[in-house]
T-cell receptor, first 114, second 112 residues
Framework: DAGVIQSPRHEVTEMGQEVTLRCKPISGHDYLFWYRQTMMRGLELLIYFNNNVPIDDSGMPEDRFSAKMPNASFSTLKIQPSEPRDSAVYFC????????????FGPGTRLTVL | GQQVMQIPQYQHVQEGEDFTTYCNSSTTLSNIQWYKQRPGGHPVFLIQLVKSGEVKKQKRLTFQFGEAKKNSSLHITATQTTDVGTYFCAVFASGGSYIPTFGRGTSLIVHP
């Protein structure tokens, strides 16, 4: 298996633009997580899905952030409009069977908002 | 909410020295996981601890879960330059949410 796939790996955009991050989890994994990592706040859980259904989005910082999982093999995290303080590395992770199984992280998307 | 503290934040060691990082929770845990993130990389799962007082070893790494299931430690014997990275604990509260809470991590720098 190729592992969790994320795209793009790097994204540079200007304030106000829409940003869409993509994730393909490991096949057969029931759980998908979106994280944001910054020096200031560490690794923060934004939202997670179970069988494509959003379970907890309490970590989503604002209404500017939204996440979808239209099918078992694809998820998106969208920021609209983007702001400089959204600059961070965004990780997607997937996990089999139960939510406290080990998580397999993707390589991340480094987002820079100018 | 769940509070988890990792200490120290940074640790510089000479190659060959030992290293320990600690993870402390404000509440009793059901289980705890440890991850390693190399510079520029992504977190990679190392191990999971479930039982009170559990000790697990992976080569030079020793993981321990406290008797009260509120703290854990990761000890590396005779560090090597390949051990460089940030070590995170991820805790799962007992009897509550199954959402993992990650510690801020301990960054290990190994000087050759």
């Amino acid at each position: 298996d190729a592992g969790v796939i994320q795209s793009p790996r790097h994204e540079v955009t200007e304030m106000g633009q829409e940003v869409t991050l993509r994730c393909k989890p490991i096949s057969g994994h029931d759980y998908l997580f979106w994280y944001r990592q910054t020096m200031m706040r560490g690794l923060e859980l934004l939202i997670y899905f179970n069988n494509n259904v959003p379970i907890d989005d309490s970590g989503m910082p604002e209404d500017r952030f939204s996440a979808k999982m239209p099918n078992a093999s694809f998820s998106t995290l969208k920021i609209q409009p983007s702001e400089p303080r959204d600059s961070a590395v965004y990780f997607c992770a997937s996990s089999p069977r139960t939510v406290n199984n080990e998580q397999f992280f993707g390589p991340g998307t480094r987002l820079t908002v100018l | 909410g769940q509070q988890v503290m990792q200490i120290p934040q940074y640790q510089h060691v000479q190659e060959g020295e030992d290293f320990t990082t600690y993870c402390n929770s404000s509440t009793t845990l059901s289980n705890i996981q440890w991850y390693k993130q190399r510079p520029g990389g992504h977190p990679v799962f190392l191990i999971q601890l479930v039982k009170s007082g559990e000790v697990k070893k992976q080569k030079r790494l020793t993981f321990q879960f406290g008797e009260a299931k509120k703290n854990s430690s990761l000890h590396i014997t005779a560090t090597q330059t390949t051990d460089v990275g940030t070590y995170f604990c991820a805790v799962f509260a007992s009897g509550g949410s199954y959402i993992p809470t990650f510690g801020r991590g301990t960054s290990l720098i190994v000087h050759p």
